[in-house]
């Protein structure tokens, strides 16, 4: 419960530091994006590692996929090539990892109270962030996508009564 918590309460900050980070203006479309994909594997790899003595088959995914999401992350803010490269993709990389977190997240926390709903948001924000990553490409308003899914999937994991 206490590690729960914990995850929980880091994703709520992750998730306000990326909603506001994009409000400084500043920063290059690469580094919020990177940004955004490098807090959200912070939280995939605490969180899988976490998860490893309760569900290993989620625990590991959620490693796994946080190891590929801090690789592209790391890439993307250092390596300013791989973005003009990859600039449509990272788009569809980051709406792609949202909708794999929740399948994750669906197949995982069957015994959790709210953990099919939090699934379904990952999905449904991936399918928006790729839409809206089609046609407006607008860094702040994908960045913020992804800060409100770790604030609404911490809070309901405080809220849980599942653990």
């Known amino acids: 419960m206490y590690k729960n918590t914990i995850i929980s309460i880091i994703a709520i900050i992750l998730g306000i530091i990326i909603i506001a980070f994009p409000l400084f203006g500043v920063i290059a479309a690469a580094d919020i994006l990177g940004l955004s994909v490098l807090l959200l594997s912070i939280f995939l790899l605490a969180n899988g590692i976490s998860e490893v003595e309760y569900n290993t088959t989620r625990g590991i995914l959620n490693v ?22 990859l600039t449509a993709l990272t788009i569809y990389l980051a709406g792609i990892f949202l909708i794999i977190i929740g399948l994750i997240v669906i197949v995982g926390n ?19 962030y790729i839409i809206i990553g089609t046609y407006i490409q607008n860094p702040f308003v994908l960045g913020s996508l992804i800060g409100i899914w770790l604030v609404i999937t911490g809070v309901l994991n405080v809220l849980d ?3």
């Open 161 to 163: 009564d599942g653990y």
């Open 110 to 128: 069957r015994d959790s109270k709210y953990g099919f709903w939090m699934g379904i948001l990952g999905i449904v924000l991936g399918v928006i």
């Open 64 to 85: 796994l996929l946080g190891l590929i999401m801090l690789i592209v992350s790391l890439g993307l803010i250092f390596n300013p090539s791989l973005f003009a490269f």
